[in-house]
T-cell receptor, first 111, second 116 residues
Framework: GEDVEQSLFLSVREGDSSVINCTYTDSSSTYLYWYKQEPGAGLQLLTYIFSNMDMKQDQRLTVLLNKKDKHLSLRIADTQTGDSAIYFCADSDGSSYKLIFGSGTRLLVRP | GAVVSQHPSRVICKSGTSVKIECRSLDFQATTMFWYRQFPKQSLMLMATSNEGSKATYEQGVEKDKFLINHASLTLSTLTVTSAHPEDSSFYIC????????????FGQGTRLTVV
């Protein structure tokens, strides 16, 4: 079945850039998403990218998509302590609205 | 973005009782709602997909008689955990999807269920 994988943990210093990586297996993915989850809370949609794009920038966030390698990344520039959270990537095949989530990457931002 | 309200945020219940969790889309109509379960430090597991006015579609391994889903209107879906047991303790999250070119799914705040 479809699978989405992420590294579990990332620690960066405040002000540095963070790069969170994700790989997926579904070749029919049409949209790929990044969600942020703060402790005890639901998920907040950060950004998404259409599969025919290779890059999308939204303020401090840059999403890179390598469709050939099925690799997605989220770069957070000038990472702040408020960015500490769990980040999930997810894909959807576009036909069913179902999202398949990765395991989440816990980002810790050190002062 | 659109707002999805989930209630209650926390609930503690006794074994054998049933618990109902509500998920409302506040400022849009959601033709499709999803229910997820999240175990500690793990990802979200899709439990079921519900479409307004029809029966929910459950993922493999999810007991439909235990997790009753009702999607009575375009703004409300409910998940009832029947005859709850301690192993049902978990974080349950709903999401509501807008119909359009992009699958935008907006998530509720989640419900922490503890069965004692």
């Amino acid at each position: 079945g479809e699978d989405v994988e992420q590294s579990l943990f990332l620690s960066v210093r405040e002000g540095d850039s963070s790069v969170i990586n994700c790989t997926y297996t579904d070749s029919s993915s049409t949209y790929l998403y990044w969600y942020k989850q703060e402790p005890g809370a639901g998920l907040q949609l950060l950004t998404y990218i259409f599969s025919n794009m290779d890059m999308k920038q939204d303020q401090r966030l840059t999403v890179l998509l390598n469709k050939k390698d099925k690799h997605l990344s989220l770069r957070i520039a000038d990472t702040q302590t408020g960015d500490s959270a769990i980040y999930f990537c997810a894909d959807s095949d576009g036909s069913s609205y179902k999202l398949i989530f990765g395991s989440g990457t816990r980002l810790l931002v050190r002062p | 973005g659109a707002v999805v309200s989930q209630h209650p945020s926390r609930v503690i219940c006794k074994s054998g009782t049933s618990v109902k969790i509500e998920c409302r889309s506040l400022d849009f109509q959601a033709t499709t709602m999803f229910w997820y379960r999240q175990f500690p430090k793990q990802s979200l597991m899709l439990m079921a997909t519900s479409n307004e006015g029809s029966k929910a579609t459950y993922e493999q391994g999810v007991e439909k008689d235990k997790f009753l889903i009702n999607h009575a209107s375009l703004t409300l879906s409910t998940l009832t955990v029947t005859s709850a047991h301690p192993e049902d303790s978990s974080f349950y999250i709903c999401s509501a999807a807008t119909q359009g070119e992009v699958t935008e799914a907006f998530f509720g705040q989640g419900t922490r269920l503890t069965v004692v």
